[in-house]
């Protein structure tokens, strides 16, 4: 059976022949590579967060301080990273966090159907957002046999959010992820000083022209008054939710339903009491509010509080292989990862996309092979402790 390390003896092997990697395995370099390839807008938007960026660069830096002690003499010969997602097996805990600007990272501006054709090809599943350039039933439609989750950006019009889930309930998606922290859009500066906002240019909003509900609410169709629907969606975009919301989301689907965006452990708590079917542990990469705390660093607690009642999943800052495992040490049963599979697509599509997760994978099960843990289990028993106190 392949493992997901033998991807670095393909690397060498090719290597033998005179050819090196077409797109660069580790994330520093990638995200050079593609800062190099994007339009300067696109690359702000998805380089770019929330007010100065100390929350976002926190998320990823502060893996730094979480080191793991390996164990000798185990047989690691053979490594299961395989993880749970609602009863379908994953090969592993990776997944591809929703980036609401997928659609735009490719030339062609399908980047969503590119996104979802790596998922296809890797086994790592899509997690789409509801901001996208193709329309929902168009993505999970390229994902093959790898399942797909949706994204809910819950709009202010009830209908709406009723039609859009029960589309991806109807389109085969496993799970609603609901975002919390994204009813209004936090103080982006580098966006700021160059006026730009995807949205409000008419990208990434198939989900909405596509849309029964939505199109009942213009007088005119998308095609013939885009600038009226833009404002229509500006409009409709961004229901508060509080934690009474939570029967009403729940009576629109039978899917289970992931709150995304819960940072506090007493919030974690309350997601499962309300009836949540798994916890999302994220400040939205630092792109919301600045001047949280390192999502990795706040893991521990709300996995404490979590205490395995329901899935806790996690992102924030995840740039390699060696991030992924010390995310699962620390109590998270998935891993979402963000920016980089944007750069991925913007340098090479759906096998830059497959590419950066390959990276990912084969650091993540190199890793166990060396430290001697053989399975998630034993990642999770080997922990993961702070190096800086
Ligand atoms: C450009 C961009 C767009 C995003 N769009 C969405 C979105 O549509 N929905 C959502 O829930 N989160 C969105 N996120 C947040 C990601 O799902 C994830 O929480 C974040 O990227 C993790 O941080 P990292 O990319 O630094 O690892 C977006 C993030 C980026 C970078």
Not at 134 to 143: N, T
Not at 237 to 261: A, E
Not at 316 to 345: F, H, N, Q
Request: proline share 6%; aromatic share 8%; charged share 20%.
């Amino acid at each position: 059976m392949a493992q997901f390390g033998d991807y670095q003896l393909a690397i060498y092997g090719a290597g033998l022949e005179g050819v090196t990697p077409r797109w660069p395995v580790d994330a520093a370099t990638l995200e050079r590579r593609a800062a190099a390839a994007m339009p300067a807008d696109l690359l702000s938007y998805v380089q770019g967060g929330c007010g100065d960026e100390r929350t976002q660069r926190a998320n990823a830096e502060a893996f730094g301080h979480w080191g793991m002690v390996p164990r000798m003499m185990v047989d690691c010969s053979r490594r299961d990273l395989s993880a749970d997602l609602f009863g379908a097996r994953l090969a592993s805990p990776l997944f591809l966090a929703p980036i609401g600007v997928t659609g735009m990272c490719t030339q062609d501006a399908h980047g969503d159907l590119a996104a979802a054709r790596a998922a296809a090809e890797t086994g790592v599943p899509l997690c789409a957002s509801t901001l996208a350039n193709d329309p929902l039933e168009a993505v999970i439609a390229e994902s093959g046999d790898t399942p797909a989750l949706f994204q809910l950006y819950t709009p202010r019009d009830r209908d709406l959010a009723a039609s859009l889930v029960s589309r991806a309930e109807a389109a085969g998606y496993r799970a609603i992820v609901v975002t919390l922290d994204t009813w209004v859009t936090g103080w982006r500066p580098r966006d700021l000083n160059t006026a730009n906002f995807p949205q409000l240019r008419g990208h990434v909003l198939a989900n909405y022209f596509s849309d029964p509900v939505f199109r009942r609410l213009l007088a005119r169709p998308p095609e013939e008054d885009r600038r009226a629907a833009i404002m229509t969606w500006a409009a409709t975009f961004g229901q508060v939710l509080t934690w009474d919301d939570l029967p009403w989301l729940r009576s629109l689907t039978r899917l289970p339903i992931v709150l995304k965006g819960i940072c506090h452990p007493d919030d974690a708590r309350r997601a499962i009491d309300g009836g949540a079917d798994a916890v999302y542990l994220s400040n939205h990469g630092g792109r919301q509010a600045n001047g949280g705390i390192a999502a990795i660093d706040l893991l521990p607690e709300v996995a404490t509080a979590v205490a395995g009642r329901v899935p806790l999943w996690f992102d924030g800052g995840v740039r390699s292989g060696t991030d992924v495992i010390k995310a699962v040490a620390l109590g998270a049963d998935l891993v979402g990862v963000g920016r980089p599979y944007s750069y991925g697509l913007a340098l090479g599509g759906a096998a830059g996309c497959a590419h950066v997760l390959r990276c990912l994978l084969a650091e993540a099960d190199l890793l166990m092979a060396v430290n001697g843990w053989p399975t998630l289990a034993a990642v999770r028993d080997a922990g993961a402790r702070r190096t800086d106190r």
